[in-house]
């Protein structure tokens, strides 16, 4: 076993007595738990370097003081009953004491170690609106464990490194074709890069395109992950509103915003509102970008799972100015552990991409590239979209009607056409914070939408996500919810 001590053979101190004091030093340390075997004598002297004699009398003098204990035929341990006295009273030299000194960040850390940045865990509750999450109990894993299993089998190369880092060329390909048929987007493979999920994605687009104190424009409530990527970076942002259009080009074209060099909005389904953009809109955005010299970040959130409504063409398949980068990913439509997202981008941004991409993780998985390149070209990514937006149909349905019948009026239903989740306002005078923590105690996990307020929350407005939940399990928990805040009213 490799077992890592400092002996140096110069010191003072003679060698039995360092492999005392480094052996006392890491049990008092924890780094050697109560119960665990040590090495023998003859195999930690060779190790080290040193005679046996030497070892054994390091572990004489532990033995003697009640560190490690003997068992005849197994070997030398750790004592599984350290003395209280001996732990509670063992001298820790100061070199060892943590270096309580505060750590020069860099501006980009800084901006991280903000309280804002920090992730609550959720709560571990019966019934959970979180959302994002599919459903994961429809998504055919043993025919993802086959395809895995097929380039486990039939291509080693999937170990080794890729000598490109845009990503695999025939998933390059199988996304060009997919997202021409299903989003009218206009784009070749080489204008393709495979990134880590949307985040990474955005991640890139802000450390190449934004310097600090640059400008970006952002949906008013909007994606507080993408808002937290461009503050990281010192980006300013200015926050324009959407309304059942989607966002507000009026307004921006009449704001003054120094520096501007992106916009950032979620066209298909604008989260958290869920309003879609309409395509005079569309237009009027892509018509002033271009004319302003901006960038548009069209991050296609949701775009799969419309209901009843035939969808926009995507913005950049609009695009007449190379004034759009498109950014995809695959979390929500499979699962969320698959980190393959992607971008579509101008073809004179690529270069930079892939040298930017090479330096952040050189590249994603190719096992998951080749699996999911075949579950593409196969037809099973298309025939599960429109399995699971028949499901998801039928639980917007029920969330709608169980809101309906649980609140009638009070409830104002936004965005209910598309999607995985819906945002609602509740006419309550309850504050957002005691219907999260009250609904939580009676089971069910609910976020309010303030959060994704760059500026003040008109309040009361909840996200329900519905897609990993059943029917019963969405009509029980729009029933807590509703006594919840009933009873809170008095």
């Known amino acids: 076993m490799d077992f890592a001590i400092n002996i140096d053979p110069d010191a003072p101190l003679p060698l039995h007595r360092q492999v005392y004091e480094e052996l006392r030093r890491a049990i008092l340390l924890g780094r ?12 930690l002297a060779q190790l080290l370097g040193v005679s ?25 341990f750790v004592c599984r009953q350290l003395p209280d006295e001996l732990l509670n009273t063992a001298p820790i030299e100061s070199k060892l004491q943590p270096n309580n000194s505060p750590v020069p960040l860099s501006a980009y850390g800084k901006s991280l170690s903000d309280k804002a940045f920090l992730c609550i865990p959720e709560q ?23 395809l895995i299993s097929r380039h486990c089998q039939l291509k080693p190369n999937v170990l080794d490194y890729t000598d490109n880092s845009l990503g695999y060329q025939p ?44 400008g970006i424009v952002v949906e008013e409530p909007g994606y507080l992950g993408a808002r937290r990527a461009f503050l990281a970076q010192g980006a300013s942002l200015f926050p324009v509103p959407v309304d059942q259009s989607g966002l507000i080009v009026n307004k921006l074209k009449t704001s003054i915003i120094p520096n501007l060099k992106l916009v950032y909005v979620t066209p298909s389904h604008q989260f958290p509102t869920g309003a879609v953009l309409s395509l005079p809109r569309r237009l009027e955005l892509l018509a002033w970008a271009q004319k302003a010299g901006v960038m548009i970040i069209e991050d296609d959130y949701d775009s799969e799972y419309r209901y009843g409504e035939r ?77 699971m937006r028949s499901l998801y149909n039928q639980r917007r349905q029920t969330l709608v009607q169980s809101l309906f019948s649980h609140f009638g009026n009070r409830a104002k239903i936004l965005g209910e056409n598309a999607g995985m989740h819906l945002m609602v306002k509740i006419d309550t005078q309850i504050s957002d914070d005691e219907i999260v923590q009250s609904a939580a105690l009676s089971g069910v996990s609910i976020g309010a939408a303030y959060p994704q307020y760059l500026k003040d929350s008109p309040g009361s407005e909840f996200i329900f996500g519905y897609a990993e939940l ?17 009873n809170s009213e008095g």
């Open 32 to 43: 050697l738990i109560s119960g665990e075997k040590l090495p023998s004598t003859r195999s």
């Open 52 to 76: 046996r004699a030497t070892v054994t009398q390091g572990y004489e003098l532990l033995l003697s003081e009640g560190y490690l204990e003997t068992i005849v035929g197994s070997g030398t």
């Open 124 to 146: 571990a509750v019966e019934i959970s609106f979180s959302y994002g999450r599919p459903a994961f109990d429809k998504f055919p894993i043993d025919l993802w464990r086959k």
């Open 171 to 214: 998933l390059r390909e199988a996304i060009a074709a997919y997202l021409s048929r299903s989003r009218a987007v206009n784009c070749q493979a080489e204008q393709i890069i495979i990134v880590g999920g949307s985040q990474q994605g955005l991640d890139l687009i802000t450390r190449i395109l934004i310097d600090r104190g640059d």
């Open 311 to 387: 969808p926009i063409p995507a913005l950049q398949g609009l695009d007449q100015g190379n004034s759009v980068i498109y950014v995809g990913t695959f979390s929500k439509v499979l699962f969320p552990a698959l980190r393959l997202g992607y971008l579509v981008l101008p073809q004179n941004l690529v270069n930079i991409f892939a040298r930017a991409k090479w330096l952040a993780d050189r590249q994603c998985s190719l096992l998951e590239q080749y699996a999911l390149t075949d579950f593409i070209t196969e037809g099973h990514l298309e025939r599960h979209i429109r399995k």
């Open 470 to 486: 059943n029917e019963q399990q969405i009509q029980e928990g729009v029933r807590r919810l509703a006594r919840v805040i009933h």
